[in-house]
């Protein structure tokens, strides 16, 4: 993975975590739940991308 698309999915990710942070301090149950399932799917998402493109470099 080059390094300004790790960039953006370490930023992304973190202000997703942030999200819930916020959403916790706000006491809005569903922002937390919202923000906790999108945080875990785009973090996952960045693991299964990374994990394809070194296995197509590796061809």
Partial sequence: ????????????????LAGVSYAIALGSVWLVLLFAVLSVTFI???FIIKAKLRKRSER
């Fill in 1 to 16: 993975m080059n390094k300004g698309l790790a960039l953006l999915f370490a930023v992304l990710g973190t202000l997703l």
């Fill in 44 to 46: 996952g998402f960045g």
